[in-house]
Nanobody
């Protein structure tokens, strides 16, 4: 069966960095666009970043531009989220999702078309 397993979360001080990983199995990774979303307590899930299945396009939420970088390694079936200059408002559970062969940026940002999701990893940024 398909599994997406996130790792790399933790507690970090404001201004620090973390790198999240999402390892996929049970699917043809190169056929899936990959996205990162987050959900803070009491808030709705929000889009963070995504990379298309071809790797040709990358999308970011405005609030992370210049601080976060998404990348993928098809050989390892893994997508990464490098997070720099972290702020307390970045505190949330971060989830990765897999979206099959789409070029539609609204699908990547919306979240509803994703086929698979991981269980999430907690990121806590202290002030």
């Amino acid at each position: 069966q398909v599994q997406l397993v996130e790792s790399g979360g933790g507690l970090v001080q404001a201004g620090g960095s973390l790198r999240l990983s999402c390892a996929a199995s049970g699917l043809t990774f190169s056929s899936y666009g990959m996205g990162w979303f987050r959900q803070a307590p009491g808030k709705e899930r929000e889009f963070v970043a995504a990379k298309t299945w071809s790797g040709g396009s990358t999308y970011y939420a405005d609030f992370v531009k210049g601080r976060f970088t998404i990348s993928r390694d098809n050989a390892k079936s893994t997508v990464y989220l490098q997070m720099n200059s972290l702020k307390p408002e970045d505190t949330a559970v971060y989830y990765c999702g897999a979206l099959h062969r789409s070029y539609d940026s609204s699908y990547y940002r919306g979240g509803y078309q994703y086929s698979y999701w991981g269980q999430g990893t907690q990121v806590t940024v202290s002030s």
